[in-house]
């Protein structure tokens, strides 16, 4: 729908052009063949579409589907597309990266080169700028470009806010309830993917960006990735956000703010807080006890490839989460490692810890690893999650494997009800997995990672009977997930690598 309505646009626009008139003025007229009219139009058996009568919701889908430009084509179709254009689902999102409403410009030194077109800039910000719900930057190198959006953007809505305001200016950007800002902070060379050089942003850049925040006094979802900023400027970082959004903002979401230990106290004052995203390094125990008088229901603490090594960051106090435990009963706390490199998570002791998830396909599970987790979320710990295939190869043998390790954790968090295994594992070890998790509902094991063995020595608690079911249920794959689908309740598979790789498990659907 969303190709016919872009081709539909652009036929129009094709099948126009501009004409002078009687007065020698240029005018924009459509161009229409007298054939095609007299074939087509006065034809009593033409059958006309009933585009034009789509009801909304199936508009706004197919238009955000649509690049702004796109968009424009698509209004040009008939007035109903026209109104669509301004619905609000539509304006949900607007991306702005290195390309965005700019024009190319040839500089003497660097070639040609995107530059921000201002006219065009302003006009589309007249016209759009008081249904956008959401914006994002995605800059790329052209920080500019980026720079010079968000201080249109701010003069803008200052502009609307005073009393004799154009019409087109007026409630500009009031219903923005979303920014997110993913800053590029890797500057190695794009031949060397593994290579990493970061370097922050800050200066005018920043300060531009904290010009608009305080402007926007309806953000309920703000996140700011990847800035590395010096502490002194980290520490800044949300003033003008608290002082607009205190009591508003619902999703905060700050990732490497800066390198090394820094904590931001900010976070902790936003009174009805639901989700807080954060890198390991920027909180600390004063952070955790001004969160546990908020309502926060959910904390993450995210390690990327760009975040500090787990060995140089240090946990928070045992004494800290157990004040949270106290005064936010709620509060549940999510562990999760995305990083090319092998890694860890930074453990945190006694903490009401939910989730642990790792998408770094070079991070094994070590037995220590798997001791510690046991040790401190036996009675929190819901779900376990290895996402991507592996980049390393699993030991063969059984002393070796995995797969006492993971029916450790099955038998003793019992809260346990979804697992995701990318090692190697036998046969015997699922059906035992199956068998001991009472609580799983959601297991994900890779087929071409399984082994087809019985190599448990015989537990003293088995019966005779539960003894050669094991054995005679582990001999194949299709016996297997005979079983498996049996107890589970629901038809169980083996997964092939290709469906693994596309196994994410989304903790908020977990809840």
């Not at 803008?156 to 920014?179: C, T, W, Y």
């Not at 703000?222 to 956000?241: C, M, Q, T």
């Not at 945190?348 to 510690?372: C, F, G, L, N, W």
Request: aromatic residues 10%.
């Amino acid at each position: 729908m969303a190709t016919l309505a872009l081709r539909t646009g652009k036929e129009i626009m094709h099948n126009a052009g501009w004409v002078l008139d009687e007065n020698e003025e240029a005018c924009y007229i459509d161009i229409v063949d007298e054939s095609d009219t007299k074939s087509n139009y006065d034809d009593p058996n033409r059958v006309y579409s009933q585009w034009n009568t789509l009801p909304d919701l199936v508009l706004e889908q197919i238009f955000t589907y649509l690049k702004p430009r796109e968009r424009y084509y698509a209004s040009l179709v008939c007035k109903q597309w026209k109104r669509a254009f301004y619905l609000p689902t539509v304006w949900d999102n607007f991306l702005v990266d290195d390309c965005t409403l700019t024009r190319q410009k040839y500089n003497y030194y660097s070639g040609w080169q995107y530059c921000l077109d201002h006219m065009r800039t302003q006009n589309c910000l007249a016209r759009i700028g008081r249904h956008l719900r959401g914006l994002e930057f995605r800059p790329e190198i052209s920080f500019n470009n980026i720079y010079q959006f968000m201080t249109l953007l701010t003069w803008s809505i200052n502009r609307g806010l005073e009393p004799n305001a154009p019409q087109d200016m007026k409630g500009m950007g009031s219903r923005i309830r979303s920014l997110v800002y993913i800053f590029p902070c890797n500057m190695a060379h794009a031949n060397d993917p593994e290579g990493i050089k970061l370097f922050g942003t800050g200066g005018q850049l920043l300060k531009g960006l904290k010009d608009l925040l305080s402007k926007l006094t309806n953000l309920r979802t703000l996140k700011l990735v990847d800035f590395v900023l010096e502490r002194y400027e980290a520490k800044h970082l949300l003033d003008e956000v608290l002082d607009a959004c205190c009591t508003k903002m619902r999703v905060l979401n700050l990732v490497n703010v800066t390198s090394l230990h820094c904590p931001i106290m900010h976070v902790g004052l936003f009174l009805n807080l639901q989700e807080l995203t954060i890198s390991p390094q920027n909180i600390d125990d004063d952070v955790l006890m001004l969160l546990a008088d908020t309502k926060l229901k959910h904390l993450y603490l995210l390690q990327n490839c760009y975040t500090t090594s787990y060995l140089a960051i240090a946990h928070c106090s045992v004494k800290a989460w157990r004040m949270v435990k106290r005064d936010n009963p709620r509060l549940k706390v999510h562990l999760r490692l995305e990083s090319l490199n092998d890694g860890e998570v930074v453990f945190q002791p006694e903490a009401p810890v939910y989730s642990i998830t790792y998408r770094a396909p070079k991070t094994m599970i070590h037995p220590d690893t798997v001791i510690k987790m046991v040790d401190h979320y036996k009675n929190t710990l819901a779900i376990y999650s290895f996402e991507l295939l592996p980049k390393f190869s699993s030991p063969k043998s059984f002393h070796n494997r995995i797969d006492s390790l993971m029916l450790l954790m099955c038998r003793q968090c019992y809260n346990l009800h979804t697992l995701v295994i990318r090692e190697k594992v036998s046969t015997s070890t699922v059906l035992l997995i199956a068998r001991t998790a009472k609580n799983l509902r959601r297991l994900h094991v890779r087929r071409f990672a399984t082994i087809i063995r019985c190599d448990w020595p015989r537990h003293p608690e088995w019966s005779d009977e539960f003894h050669i079911w094991l054995r005679r249920s582990c001999r194949s794959y299709e016996a297997v997930e005979r079983e498996v689908s049996q107890i589970l309740g629901y038809k169980w598979h083996f997964l092939s690598d290709q469906e693994f790789k596309a196994v994410t498990v989304d903790v908020k659907s977990e809840w």
